[in-house]
């Protein structure tokens, strides 16, 4: 008895014991949240606020209003890398349906599939440094098998790198390899989970092939989707590695992206416009938000149908 | 299951399929088996325009000696696991306390700051550059490994705090209020309650951070510029300049620099998959 009150006195009355429960998340949260806000969401602000000054990173900066947008607005390579982030997010997305086609020819049980479905899954895991590198021999005009095969085709060499109508989709094809792997993983996990009474009963009423595919499978495939849906889009805005690897931007500019550009205009051997780069930043973050804000709003109604 | 099982189908489709398997593995792999190739050939092949013909020798060692004793990659490889390393350790200690706090606890901004991570989860890293690369001068970071582990650490703690969160409400709650009625303070439940059950979420995260930051290349660039920090990704490109058109070494090069992920994947399979493919199943 006497050490139960005592224990009340020393525990059950403290400012801390009473308050603990509300305190407590914002203790766990305080380090990560600090981070992030530092290094990240700051950062955003910062960029918006440097896009309106004319600023080489190192002098004093120096006002000029919406001077840098205007100037986007007469840049002929502006136009350029907003194009190519266009055709990259439409061609971007033909990952979804590659990675669930290759993930339904993977989704059965023989002998060794588990070892076929990782080596499927190989090119995600290697860096992109690397997939641009063997992807431009793979171009290459003198050796690269691509051009060995035309030829077995009876057609001529292509340069595909070095030719401004091609360049961009060339590089998105390199880039559709590792992505194709992400989705197709995606979607093998999702097929795990397929309800097989609900198959069972399709095939009942006759359902096959591409019927039971569209009508049974892919609306509980959904969720599958939606994730593919976010990373490819994602991954299609942050293309930056292998244009830089494969081509840094050329030839003469054509395989530019936004991304690439900003880069280019603020850290490289052109010149260092840091208050030009970040309004490119800021057109490329404003793109970005659109989407962002469409997966949050799927995330929150989630969150309420719980 | 669908497509319909190999074994149900006729004895002529189960042999095609058996056959093609390995087919489209090859085909799928070509790139990368090409490569493979270029790295055990000798500079000979190359002079001799043999570059898709079986090596005329093997000279995968020599190549592959040579490049860890004539080049600078043993200190990329070095520099990579100096920088993967701490921000594996760092951005997992973290997210398992954000994830914690607004997995358990029930309070008005919980959801916004949870969707504040995952926004800034999904920014291009272009709006951040100009801002963090003046953050770590100021810091007197630039062109350290430090400065890069910060960032990264910052950075990550959003797609960590995503998934540690998802994954701490999926655990039964009333392990937690059980222990919250014993009297146990907050800090224990989560070190001795909370934290056991979420192995297999710091086991995955691991993974998938390590391979994320091993093969970071823009920030690599951005935030260092020497080979006395930066990472082996922004190595290889001054290794195949110092290379140049000796494609065995190259091969050779890129090969050493991709396998440690891997190797990562290969051996942390199940967790991995586990990582990345996250929501995918309701």
Redesign the interface.
Known sequence: MADGTSRAAE?GDSWWHRN???L???L??A???L??L???????F??FN?SFYDWD?LGAKKFIGLYNYEDLYWDEAFYTSLKNNLIWLVLYLAAIPAGLFIA??L????TGIRL?K??????F??????VG???T??YDPT?G?LN?LLGSLGMDPINVLGDENYVTFGIIFAGL?PQTA?CM???L??????D?EQ?EAGRLDGAKGWK??WY??LPQLR??TF?AF?VTI?GA??S??LI??MTNGGPFGASRV??FY??EV??SEYGFR?GY??A???V??LI?LM??AY??WS??RE?KGR | ???T???RTSRAWQVS??AF?PL??IL?????I??AV?SVKPAADFTN?N??GLPSSFEGFTNYALVFTGSDMPRYLLNSVFITAPTVLGAVA??S??G???G??K?RS??W?F??????N??????????????TLSMGLYNTITGLV??H???Q??FC?LFMRNFIRALPFELVEAA?VE?I???RI?WYVVLPLMKPAIAALSVLIF?FI??D??WA??LTQGVESQPV?AG??SF?AQYRAA?HL?SAG??V??LP??AM??LM?KHF?AG??L????
Do not use: H
């Open positions: 525990k603990q429960q509300a407590s998340p914002w766990f949260l380090p990560g949240v981070f992030f530092v290094y990240v969401i700051f950062p955003i910062q960029s440097i990173g339904l020819f989704n059965q049980t023989v076929y990782s080596l499927f899954f190989f090119p895991v290697i860096s992109q440094v690397v590198l063997v992807f021999w793979f050796f098998l060995i390899w992400y993983i995606l979607y996990t999702g097929l795990n989970a397929v097989p198959i039971m595919l049974i499978i969720p599958a994730i976010v994602i805005l942050r930056f590695d830089s690897i936004l991304s900003m880069f603020a850290l840091m780069g970040a490119i930043a800021v490329l973050f970005m989407f962002i997966f949050l995330m929150y969150e | 299951m669908f497509p099982p190999i074994e399929y058996q398997l489209a593995l799928w792999l070509l790139p990368l090409g490569v270029f325009a570059y898709w973290l997210s306390m954000t914690f706090a607004l358990i606890y309070f919980n959801i700051i969707f504040m991570f995952v926004a800034g999904f920014v291009p890293f272009q709006i951040l550059m100009v801002p963090v690369r003046e953050l910060l960032f650490i910052a950075f703690t959003g705090t919250r009297g303070s907050e800090w989560f391979t091993w093969n290349y823009f660039v951005v990704t290889i490109t195949n494609y190259m890129s090969i620099a991709a992920p891997v994947f290969f399979q998959i990345l493919t929501g995918a199943v309701k």
